[in-house]
């Protein structure tokens, strides 16, 4: 192919290796200016494709931007032409030499004024036709740019705000201070003016107020300023309490972010506190030697205190159920918040009894303390248990004579106790299936052995199913309880005639029955129709 064209081998390797080496760059800067405002812009210039930067004589390029915002001003080291959209600027003239060579870095300066009214964004400057005059003659266009650009930002006064917006105060700190930022922008003088408001807080008694205090910053200035105010160490038992600070009629055109701050005081006025019964409901078993009552002390701790505490009945009686407690002093010393203990005696008798209560009351208080949950009821759980009764139930042949059913007492042995068990009729019938029977079943103190009673069973003759009676329990005495699930027991007598087999309809019954059915229906119908 080389040889039908006749093209030099030598100057097709050189035109391959030219076409390897890099692009020169233009490279332009950015600048951030405000409408009104002038900025810089420099212009760099990079020679990688020469290799020398003195093959560099000239440099042309055109330089692309919004004309309706931006204003170029060239400096007078360079040629300059207006083109739409932009100027075309000449850094010496593109010929060969003896004209200087132009090295690489900043080619020159450009300054570009910001039109007035020119909306916030940012204006991109391109970059474009750039034409290299080479030192051995002729001109070269390359295409190698990094473009620049200016950002343009209205200014703005800024933000006015508290910060932080919530501030805590011991009352017994002096003053307290609050804070306001300038934030999002510094131009111009601007200002506040901060007043004080009541929360639970009240001026005069509680903080100085603050009125019409006006707060500024000059042309530039950022940063923070302090408000301070006095406050009240009053001597008064009391919650926390707030007020507040607010900003308002700001100027400069500022705007006002977080326009109030709280600030909360916090008492340092401490309570002598509360006296409570905790727990307010005891229990105790009568065998137990004694029951504490205890008593607490919250919300403060302040200078000593004391309260009187004393017993009254209620079904249980001093003497002989407790020992009663009569104005018993119960002390506190000052910072004291320890729970205190009220001890009372509990008699055991041998009294089989409902459970018992009697109440234990918090009164007298002394030191500026205040009374919580004055009463504790104790309740004395009776031990005397006579326990419970349950009876069994069983099943019988008729054929048996009689039959045995066991009572059982269980839950508790105090004291002698009976129940009276008493037949009742089911299926079976009394005086023909068995012999009624009403009887008195006792227990000593402390038994709990099991007990019996018998019933006749009579055998008749007929063939009858199972039948049943029951016997039930009543008449309880010493205490004890009848069980509600086992109370009463349920005798079955089980027959010893077998009733006879009733026969199981086959399928030529069915038959026969619908054929009888059949022939009445047809003799119903000749009826009717020889009458009509």
């Given at each position: 192919?080389?040889?039908?064209?006749?093209?030099?081998?030598?100057?097709?390797?050189?035109?391959?290796?030219?076409?390897?080496?890099?692009?020169?760059?233009?490279?332009?800067?950015?600048?951030?200016?405000?409408?009104?405002?002038?900025?810089?812009?420099?212009?760099?210039?990079?020679?990688?494709?020469?290799?020398?930067?003195?093959?560099?004589?000239?440099?042309?390029?055109?330089?692309?931007?919004?004309?309706?915002?931006?204003?170029?001003?060239?400096?007078?080291?360079?040629?300059?032409?207006?083109?739409?959209?932009?100027?075309?600027?000449?850094?010496?003239?593109?010929?060969?030499?003896?004209?200087?060579?132009?090295?690489?870095?900043?080619?020159?300066?450009?300054?570009?004024?910001?039109?007035?009214?020119?909306?916030?964004?940012?204006?991109?400057?391109?970059?474009?036709?750039?034409?290299?005059?080479?030192?051995?003659?002729?001109?070269?266009?390359?295409?190698?740019?990094?473009?620049?650009?200016?950002?343009?930002?209205?200014?703005?006064?800024?933000?006015?705000?508290?910060?932080?917006?919530?501030?805590?105060?011991?009352?017994?700190?002096?003053?307290?201070?609050?804070?306001?930022?300038?934030?999002?922008?510094?131009?111009?003088?601007?200002?506040?003016?901060?007043?004080?408001?009541?929360?639970?807080?009240?001026?005069?008694?509680?903080?100085?107020?603050?009125?019409?205090?006006?707060?500024?910053?000059?042309?530039?200035?950022?940063?923070?300023?302090?408000?301070?105010?006095?406050?009240?160490?009053?001597?008064?038992?009391?919650?926390?309490?707030?007020?507040?600070?607010?900003?308002?009629?700001?100027?400069?055109?500022?705007?006002?972010?977080?326009?109030?701050?709280?600030?909360?005081?916090?008492?340092?006025?401490?309570?002598?506190?509360?006296?409570?019964?905790?727990?307010?409901?005891?229990?105790?078993?009568?065998?137990?030697?004694?029951?504490?009552?205890?008593?607490?002390?919250?919300?403060?701790?302040?200078?000593?205190?004391?309260?009187?505490?004393?017993?009254?009945?209620?079904?249980?009686?001093?003497?002989?159920?407790?020992?009663?407690?009569?104005?018993?002093?119960?002390?506190?010393?000052?910072?004291?918040?320890?729970?205190?203990?009220?001890?009372?005696?509990?008699?055991?008798?041998?009294?089989?009894?409902?459970?018992?209560?009697?109440?234990?009351?918090?009164?007298?208080?002394?030191?500026?303390?205040?009374?919580?949950?004055?009463?504790?009821?104790?309740?004395?759980?009776?031990?005397?248990?006579?326990?419970?009764?349950?009876?069994?139930?069983?099943?019988?042949?008729?054929?048996?004579?009689?039959?045995?059913?066991?009572?059982?007492?269980?839950?508790?042995?105090?004291?002698?106790?009976?129940?009276?068990?008493?037949?009742?009729?089911?299926?079976?019938?009394?005086?023909?299936?068995?012999?009624?029977?009403?009887?008195?079943?006792?227990?000593?103190?402390?038994?709990?052995?099991?007990?019996?009673?018998?019933?006749?069973?009579?055998?008749?003759?007929?063939?009858?199913?199972?039948?049943?009676?029951?016997?039930?329990?009543?008449?309880?005495?010493?205490?004890?309880?009848?069980?509600?699930?086992?109370?009463?027991?349920n005798i079955g007598i089980n027959s010893n005639e077998i009733p006879p087999s009733q026969p199981v309809p086959t399928l030529s019954f069915w038959f026969m029955l619908l054929m009888a059915f059949f022939i009445m229906f047809s003799?119903?119908?000749?009826?009717?129709?020889?009458?009509?």
């Amino acid at each position: 192919m080389f040889a039908k064209f006749k093209i030099p081998l030598l100057f097709i390797i050189t035109l391959f290796h030219a076409s390897l080496q890099a692009a020169p760059d233009i490279v332009l800067t950015t600048a951030t200016g405000a409408p009104g405002s002038s900025v810089n812009i420099d212009v760099n210039f990079t020679n990688t494709v020469l290799g020398n930067p003195n093959d560099v004589v000239g440099l042309q390029f055109d330089l692309l931007f919004d004309t309706t915002k931006l204003t170029a001003t060239i400096p007078a080291n360079v040629t300059s032409a207006s083109i739409v959209g932009g100027v075309r600027l000449i850094v010496q003239p593109v010929l060969a030499q003896p004209i200087p060579p132009i090295p690489t870095g900043k080619v020159t300066t450009i300054s570009f004024t910001i039109n007035g009214g020119a909306a916030d964004g940012i204006e991109v400057l391109t970059v474009s036709s750039i034409v290299l005059g080479n030192a051995n003659g002729g001109n070269i266009v390359i295409d190698g740019t990094t473009n620049g650009s200016i950002t343009i930002a209205t200014p703005a006064p800024g933000t006015i705000s508290f910060n932080p917006i919530a501030v805590s105060t011991n009352e017994s700190v002096a003053t307290t201070t609050v804070s306001l930022e300038r934030t999002g922008g510094t131009t111009g003088a601007v200002s506040v003016t901060v007043n004080t408001a009541n929360g639970t807080a009240v001026a005069g008694g509680d903080y100085t107020a603050i009125a019409n205090q006006v707060v500024s910053w000059t042309d530039g200035e950022s940063g923070a300023k302090s408000v301070t105010t006095n406050i009240v160490n009053d001597n008064v038992i009391e919650a926390d309490e707030i007020f507040t600070f607010t900003a308002s009629n700001v100027t400069g055109g500022a705007a006002i972010g977080a326009a109030t701050a709280t600030v909360t005081i916090v008492n340092d006025d401490v309570a002598p506190g509360s006296i409570s019964f905790n727990p307010v409901l005891l229990n105790v078993t009568e065998g137990t030697a004694t029951i504490t009552a205890t008593l607490e002390r919250t919300g403060g701790s302040d200078g000593a205190v004391s309260v009187t505490v004393n017993s009254s009945d209620g079904t249980a009686s001093a003497g002989t159920d407790y020992t009663a407690i009569v104005n018993q002093v119960i002390n506190w010393a000052d910072g004291d918040s320890a729970a205190k203990k009220v001890v009372v005696s509990i008699t055991d008798d041998a009294a089989v009894e409902s459970n018992e209560i009697f109440t234990l009351t918090v009164g007298t208080a002394t030191g500026g303390v205040t009374l919580g949950l004055v009463s504790a009821i104790i309740a004395i759980v009776d031990n005397d248990n006579p326990g419970i009764i349950t009876i069994q139930s069983i099943d019988v042949n008729e054929t048996a004579g009689t039959v045995i059913v066991t009572l059982t007492r269980t839950g508790g042995s105090n004291g002698a106790v009976s129940v009276e068990a008493f037949t009742s009729d089911g299926s079976a019938i009394a005086g023909l299936d068995y012999t009624a029977l009403t009887q008195t079943v006792s227990w000593a103190d402390g038994d709990i052995a099991n007990k019996t009673i018998t019933i006749t069973i009579l055998d008749d003759t007929l063939a009858e199913f199972k039948e049943n009676f029951n016997i039930g329990l009543r008449n309880a005495t010493g205490g004890v309880a009848v069980s509600a699930a086992n109370g009463v027991a349920n005798i079955g007598i089980n027959s010893n005639e077998i009733p006879p087999s009733q026969p199981v309809p086959t399928l030529s019954f069915w038959f026969m029955l619908l054929m009888a059915f059949f022939i009445m229906f047809s003799v119903m119908l000749h009826t009717r129709k020889y009458q009509s």
